[in-house]
């Protein structure tokens, strides 16, 4: 039961032994006593008799219980994480040890945590934990919110990222580089209309012929009264539908998903086949699309050979620096010169576009 829930009746199994400290009818000076976690029990019992002492009326059996929890020895901790079996416990602890990468890994690995504590796990600062929980494709399919979760962790890296969308059937296009050196390979073959919507049935389990068509079908204009339906229609999607979305559908669709917060809808949507040189140009300048797509984009050759990719990636301060300061060299000097004396962009790149006019003698 994580914190902040509403209060709910729980059943927990105990020895005989275990359960005298918990009774309702238990004097308070044994309760109390439990709670310091001195108790000669098995590593699971241990942990269901204090987490049962933290929720406790006594609000001083519930404070050192809960204390006792936090500071159990990572031995008896791991071993009772590992094989507890009830999801209200390990959840519970899942917000107790939030800042132990090694103890929410033990619980990220049990398959009795239940999804909405996987989703929490999904969602904190460790990147070991991303890993485990990204492996996990039966529960990502049974709970699209752990996609979500995945999708905003700023620690849901590229190999991450590849996995999940490959999972989905969305593989990396072959003209995108597996390290930070771009290669030259053919771009992907186009996805027809006709797959698009064959593709999107089978993953949605319905006829599409209703679910937005035209995000799908390419059309040459979109009045803004129709952008603001399409926006209100992707609103109501969940996260499998925008990646899936993402990656088959028209202009229209990039434009709004290559934005989203979500890194994974935002890397399908500039993995999209139908992508055209002037929407990376787009794309690469735009400061509402995540560091992610940016990256994407500065390991395709087929795209950077673009100058106005190379610029605007070069220019972007979302861009990541050692990214941008690669750009930088082949910019020219007008381009150079107002990036040296821009407000926009990070000081290193700044200083790096001046030292090379000074190289070049042009200041």
Not at 259 to 288: H, I, Q, Y
Request: proline share 6%; glycine share 4%.
């Amino acid at each position: 039961m994580a914190e902040g829930q509403t209060t709910q009746k729980i059943r927990l199994r105990l020895s005989p032994d275990a359960e005298r400290y918990i009774r309702q009818d238990a004097p308070a000076d044994v309760r109390r006593m439990a709670a310091g976690g001195a108790l000669p029990l098995p590593p699971v019992e241990l942990l269901t008799v204090l987490f049962a002492l933290a929720h406790d009326p006594d609000s001083e059996v519930k404070e050192r219980a809960r204390a006792s929890i936090e500071k159990l020895p990572n031995g008896v901790c791991r071993t009772a994480l590992a094989e507890h079996d009830h999801p209200a416990v390990l959840s519970f602890c899942s917000q107790i040890y939030r800042d132990e990468p090694a103890r929410a890994e033990a619980i990220a690995l049990n398959g009795h945590a239940d999804d909405a504590t996987l989703v929490f796990l999904a969602g904190l600062p460790h990147k070991s934990v991303v890993d485990i929980v990204s492996n996990n494709q039966q529960r990502m399919l049974r709970c699209p919110e752990i996609v979500e979760a995945l999708g905003e962790n700023p620690l849901t890296g590229r190999a991450v990222i590849d996995r999940i969308l490959t999972f989905l059937g969305l593989e990396r296009p072959e003209s995108e580089s597996l390290d930070d050196e771009v290669v030259d390979l053919p771009p992907p073959a186009p996805i027809t209309d006709a797959t698009a919507t064959a593709v999107l049935e089978a993953v949605l389990g319905e006829d599409v012929s209703n679910f937005a068509p035209e995000l799908i079908a390419d059309e040459a204009e979109v009045d803004e009264e129709k952008a603001q339906s399409l926006h209100a229609t992707l609103q109501n999607m969940t996260v499998f539908e925008k990646i899936k979305l993402a990656r088959l559908g028209n202009k229209e669709a990039r434009s709004l998903l290559i934005r989203d917060s979500n890194k994974l809808v935002a890397s399908a949507a500039v993995r999209n086949p139908k992508v055209t040189d002037s929407e990376v140009v787009g794309f690469a300048k735009s400061r509402n699309v995540c560091d992610e797509v940016l990256r994407l984009i500065s390991r395709n050759r087929e795209w950077t050979r673009n100058y106005q990719v190379k610029l605007g990636l070069a220019t972007n301060p979302k861009t990541p620096q050692s990214t941008a300061v690669k750009f930088l060299n082949y910019l020219q000097e007008r381009d150079l010169r107002n990036l040296m004396k821009s407000k926009d962009v990070p000081s290193a790149i700044s200083n790096h576009a001046r030292r090379l006019l000074q190289k070049k003698g042009k200041i």
